[in-house]
């Protein structure tokens, strides 16, 4: 076919860490901006496009994906004073709007949709509070996959005229007074996390009250109490990090700021809970436990211990309705229960299902709350609960084309390499039966205390509607079974993770569920971390990966965008010990000349600004220039102008990802191709 894979130059740029010299020979494509870099990726465009428009099952996959992807979807319901909210995609529609929801909590009235106050199709909006007088509401303007986001500020009665427009930047916490005039945020800088008080929405002027004492690598997420009159603050050093601090300050930051908690090498997680506050940690109990206090009196001496530590993990929390609810693992499905704060009674709350469920919004004194949970083969539907007897009800039930029972979900563990049990679950379509050696995607995520949960998928429900196979390995760094899972893959760690993920794929093909070259690894994020360290430590493991929007240079990933926040977790390699275990797995490190690698399909864009894009265009590179040979494979950059780490892009852009992803894998292991889109020898 001559599709030509562009060629990369090379630098002889080396650098010494603790005396080992480390060559850097594509440093140049980390500047964006350069009119090299420009060039380049203009041209590792056109290569996959080339590749894109010749695989012929694109069509099928997207018109499955647009199907399954342009139904209702519904956000969590805000209701106060009367007033309800939610963001709401219609049937058909590419970007959810803003509604008014009735009494019964079901959409009445479109109040704001992203066309009314931008012009860009790749826009959207999320609602980010309401004020409890029901009058006033905040949201975030998004631009792309980008992170950062405009904060609005407008009335009920008239949802396009700003009160209050609020920079672009890294929001958290977003929180009005009670009639809307006033506002509380926390906003991320160069200097670190701060909070800020706007006393006037009319007049806009912010002042800050809280944070100067932290820095870069910290994060402050901030609750303000029901009667206006205090803030909860509670600062994480890094975004995994095993210690966070909670602070308690009154809402106008005059007075020096009460210490609930700053002197424990463990992490907290604080709410208001009426006339308490309640405290969830992970202090003494890796799988977490609730404190309770009273709020004027919240010294440590007074905590009492409501929820203890199980087996099941605690996975979320809230305080609505007067009770508190716990979401746990069992599994890797959830379960929840609901605690009375005064006797410490627990009631089991009957979910729909197997599958995961959100922990229930709402305020301390409403009688409803509201939740979501979705399955492997249900979406995401919003349900309402009451508080009082548990009693649940479904809100806007979603209708999908699509027949749960004509899919199933196994579950199964295998041993890793250290022989540790992991869970494995498999995904099929009944009429596919047990074929064996189907074509098969594996992915997992292994970080950050992050459990992978049954979750419903437009992307796997039409991989399998073609008769593959898709399996999810709950491996170690994830939360799936608490923090010591967790801890068993981060630093030092890690390379239990990638273990556990290589023993999975083999454990695929040694139960006859594929073969190695039929199978796909697929990972995002910290998985495309995953994936890159899987194909530099184990090329001849799979057909193909697709790894997105990856971290994949851990030698300087911490110097860019917002990665310093990850330090806890990875380490850094400015500290000589943590040097050498990120050095031994760094995927763009670890790439070997004239090697037989899977074909690779990094996707990533240019909105990222949470991982920057660097890492796929470094990484690309590396690879493409590794093996120049007649029997190489491809690797092809998916680089989009648009495209992020967030989610809120309109509904075709997210299909044509998901079309372009699903055919490259499913071409690339049925009818291997080489760099240059021949059909190779090999091909099945």
Not at 422 to 436: C, D, E, H, N
């Amino acid at each position: 076919m001559g599709f030509t894979p562009p060629l990369t130059p090379e630098e002889n740029l080396q650098e010494d860490f603790f005396g080992n010299v480390v060559v850097d020979k594509y440093r140049w494509l980390e500047d964006a901006d350069s009119a090299p870099t420009i060039e380049w990726v203009a041209a590792q465009r056109l290569y996959c496009d080339h590749f894109i428009r010749s695989y012929p099952s694109r069509v099928v996959f997207h018109k499955r994906l647009m199907e399954l992807m342009q139904t209702e979807w519904m956000s969590v319901p805000v209701v106060r004073a009367g007033t309800g909210l939610a963001m709401l995609r219609k049937a058909g529609e590419s970007r959810p709007s803003l509604w008014r929801l009735d009494k019964s909590a079901m959409p009445m009235e479109r109040l704001l949709e992203t066309s009314d106050i931008s012009s860009s199709s790749e826009s959207s909006i999320s609602l980010a509070d309401l004020s409890r007088d029901g009058h006033v509401f905040a949201y975030a303007l998004r631009n792309g996959g980008a992170d950062e986001v405009e904060i609005r500020i407008a009335k009920v009665g008239s949802p396009t005229a700003s009160l209050l427009r609020l920079p672009i930047g890294r929001y958290s916490g977003i929180q009005l007074s009670h009639d809307g005039s006033k506002l509380w945020f926390s906003r991320y800088s160069e200097r670190g996390p701060r909070v800020y008080v706007v006393d006037d929405v009319a007049t806009g002027q912010e002042r800050e009250i809280f944070g100067e004492m932290f820095g870069p690598g910290d994060m402050i997420g901030i609750e303000l109490a029901s009667d206006d009159r205090a803030l909860l603050a509670t600062v994480w050093h890094g975004s995994s990090g095993d210690h966070s601090e909670v602070y308690m300050l009154d809402s106008e930051g005059l007075n020096k700021p009460f210490i609930v908690v700053n002197d424990i090498q463990a992490r907290f997680d604080v709410s208001f809970a009426g006339d308490y506050i309640v405290i969830a940690t992970r202090w003494d109990a890796p799988n977490g436990r609730v404190f309770v206090a009273d709020k004027m009196d919240a010294g440590r001496t007074n905590w009492r211990e409501i929820v203890g530590q199980r087996d099941q993990p605690l996975q979320s929390y809230s305080t609505v309705g007067g009770m508190l609810f716990v979401v746990r693992l069992e599994g890797s499905a959830c379960l929840m229960e609901r605690f009375d704060l005064e006797d410490g009674s627990v009631t089991s709350i009957a979910l729909p299902g197997r599958g995961t469920v959100s922990a229930p919004e709402g305020d301390w004194a409403n009688t409803e709350a509201f939740f979501n949970f979705s399955s492997w083969f249900e979406p995401s539907t919003v349900y309402g609960i009451d508080t009082a007897t548990g009693q649940i009800r479904v809100i806007n039930p979603i209708k999908i084309p699509l027949d749960a029972a004509l899919y199933t979900a196994q579950e199964e563990t295998y041993q890793s390499k250290d022989a540790t049990a992991i869970p494995i679950t498999i995904l099929r379509k009944s009429s596919a039966g047990q074929a064996a050696s189907a074509p098969t995607i594996l992915t997992g995520y292994g970080g950050f205390n992050i459990s992978i949960t049954p979750t419903f998928s437009a992307g796997i429900i039409t991989w399998l509607d073609q008769g593959g196979v898709y399996a999810v390995a709950n491996i170690r760094g994830g939360g799936e079974m608490g923090e010591s899972w967790h801890r068993a893959g981060m630093r030092e760690l890690k390379q239990n993770v990638f273990d556990d993920f290589a023993a999975a794929a083999n454990w695929l093909v040694n139960t006859g569920v594929t073969t190695h070259e039929r199978l796909a690894l697929r990972g995002g994020s910290n998985g495309g971390l995953l994936v890159g360290a899987l194909i530099t430590q184990h090329p001849h493991i799979c057909g193909a990966a697709v790894c997105a929007v990856p971290l994949l240079d851990m030698v300087r990933y911490h110097k860019f965008l917002v990665a310093r926040f990850w330090i806890p977790e990875y380490g850094s390699s400015d500290n000589r010990d943590e040097f050498d275990w990120l050095i031994k797995y760094s995927p763009y490190h670890n790439v070997r000349r004239n090697v037989s690698y899977p074909a690779v399909l990094f996707v990533t864009g240019e909105k990222d600004t949470r991982v920057d894009p660097l890492h796929a265009r470094k990484m690309t590179a590396a690879l493409q220039m590794a093996n120049r040979s007649e029997q190489a494979r491809p690797v092809i950059l998916h680089y989009e102008a648009e495209g992020g780490h967030s989610a809120g892009r309109p509904v075709e852009a997210e299909a044509n990802v998901g079309a372009d992803t699903l055919a490259f894998v499913y071409h690339e292991l049925t009818e291997p191709r080489g760099a240059d889109g021949t059909f190779l020898k090999t091909a099945h």
